[in-house]
Structures are given as C-alpha cells and as structure tokens.
C-alpha cells in the first residue's frame, strides 16, 4: 500500500516517474583538464551521445509517447547545437549540467556563479532559453550551492540520493523555493553498464551487468516506488545506455513503467512546480552537511 500520509501526484496517479537522461558527450574530469585532446578514444567514446545515442533515444520516446529531461553541459550544447535543439522542438525539458561537467566541490562561489552564468547564455543563444532545471555533474556541491542556484532563478535540482520523494530545500535555515528531485543510484545506468579500462577491473571477468538483470533491476525499482507512491528518476547516459542492444532494454523499461497505467510521467519542471504549489504534502530540508534538518510531510 502507499506511504501513509504520503504524495499524492495529479488526476489521482499512484507514482511518479520523472525520465531523465545526462548527455554528457565527450566532457568530463578529461575536458575540464584538457587531457582528453590527447586521448581521442575518450572523445570518440563521449561523442558517440550527441551523435548517434540522442536520436535513437529521441525516437524511443515518440514510439512511446513519453517526454523526458535531458542534463546537458553547455559545452555539449555549442558543439552540437542542432540535436540539442531537436530535444527541445520535441517537446523534452534541457537542464543544467555545467559548461564542461565541472565538480561544483573544487569550484568556488564566483566560479560555481561564472560556470552557471556562462551556460545560460549559451543556452539561450542556441536554444532560445535559459534552464529551470539543474543536475551537478558529479553529485558534489559546496553548502553555498542550493542558495546560488535559488539566486540565478532556478526551479529544482536532480542532484542528491538521499530520498524517493521529492522535497523543498532547506537554505540558511530557511525553506526555500528550490526543488529536489532525488536521483537513485539503482536508476543510474553506469552502475550497469559502465566498466574500467585502465586498470580493467575486475580483470579476467566480465565487467557489464547482463542486459537481462539491469532490465528486471530497474522494473522492480519502478514497481517498489510504485507500490509506495513516491517518485523514480533516472541518471541515464545516452552514450552508455542507448547502443542499439541497450536502447532495446531502456525501451522495455519504459513501457513497463507506462503500462503500469496510474504513474504521473513528468519532466522536472513540471515535479518541482506540483511540490511548490501543494507544498504541505512534501517535506522540507537542507540535504547537504551542516544544514538544518526540517521535517513537514512524510
């Protein structure tokens, strides 16, 4: 049965699951240091997102009929504009997701603020809009995070693992207007299928799950929040799920979660402003080490 005193999502929907992709293209720790000039399998391999995993995903979700969230560095944006832009006319929700997948914990005040104010503009020079969402590239952030992004207009966040529901964020011990949207780790596809080269570890075995058990992981994932009435997101990587073999399992995904029939499928705009406008039935918090702790509706 449902959490006691739980959400309650619209028209009366048991769950809700929030779809959400991290194309993250070729950025990373390697970009941000510029290492990845030097080993252009890196680049190739990160590449492979925005050139061919957005579109064959961008199709899945018209089969299906579904829209989703897609995280996107702003750097991936003004290298490859026109798929970024193909997100959008498709009625898909883009995100912040740093210029160049930064840890927002190495960044200071003013950097964290630059990086976000670079991106907007980006954003709204190649796409005609700036983002309400964001996701920290790595799952880091600094105490000062969740009051910068609150002052540069944004919605939620999708950044922390520390629930199954969403919940207004608690910022110098006062409740704020910013969202979180938690993302499980259960959800995220580089547990899965992502795997070391350098060492290879473990070596000698395989080192990718069977498409068969990341397929029944993450419908049993669905069907426990389900059966709870809380909130599923995903931290998908385009160029780690959507190969043609994985599309086929992050397809069957999807349709289990959309014939389970009484889940709110939702972008994150959309969560944030159900959590702001029917806020006594969520609770409120900091979230992030030295922060209040206020506990509303549980």
């Known amino acids: 049965m449902a959490l006691t005193g739980g959400p309650v999502w619209p028209d009366g929907k048991r769950s809700c699951v929030m779809l ?35 579109p064959r995903i961008l199709d899945l979700l018209e089969r299906v009929g579904v829209r989703a969230t897609f995280f996107v560095p702003a750097w991936v944006v003004e290298h490859w504009p026109s798929v970024c832009r193909d997100i959008v006319a498709s009625g898909h929700e883009i ?41 920290t590239p790595t799952g ?17 966040s999708s950044s922390f693992r520390d629930d199954d529901r969403p919940y207004r964020r608690v910022i110098e011990g006062k409740v704020s207007e ?13 547990a899965y299928f992502a795997y070391t080269e350098e060492p290879p570890f473990p070596k000698g075995h395989d080192r990718i799950a069977a498409y068969r058990v990341a397929l029944s992981n993450w419908c049993k994932e669905f069907d426990g929040t389900h059966r709870d009435g809380g909130l599923l997101t995903t931290t998908f990587h385009p160029k780690v ?22 889940s ?34 549980q």
Request: no cysteine; charged share 25%.
């Open 95 to 135: 995100g912040h997701h740093g210029y160049k997948h930064e840890r927002y914990a190495d960044l200071s005040v003013a950097e964290q603020g630059s990086v976000l104010e670079r991106s907007q503009a980006i954003f709204e020079e190649h796409l005609g809009m700036r983002a309400l969402g964001f996701r």
């Open 241 to 262: 799920s959507a190969s043609p073999g994985r599309a086929v399992v992050l397809e069957r995904f999807v349709q289990h979660v959309v014939t389970a029939g009484d």
């Open 264 to 297: 709110w499928l939702a972008t994150g705009t959309e969560v944030a402003r159900w959590v702001l406008t029917h806020a006594d039935r969520f609770a409120s918090r900091g979230g992030t080490p030295g922060d209040e702790l206020h506990v509303g509706q």
């Open 20 to 54: 959400a992709f991290d194309v993250d293209g070729p950025s990373g720790s390697a970009m941000v240091d510029g290492s990845i000039w030097r080993m252009p399998r890196l680049f190739v391999q990160g590449a492979y997102g925005p050139f061919r995993a957005v």
């Open 140 to 156: 880091d952030w600094q105490k000062e995070t969740p009051r910068i992004l609150a002052e540069q207009g944004f919605l939620y």
């Open 178 to 190: 910013l969202v979180e949207i938690p993302a499980p780790v259960e959800l995220d596809d580089y």
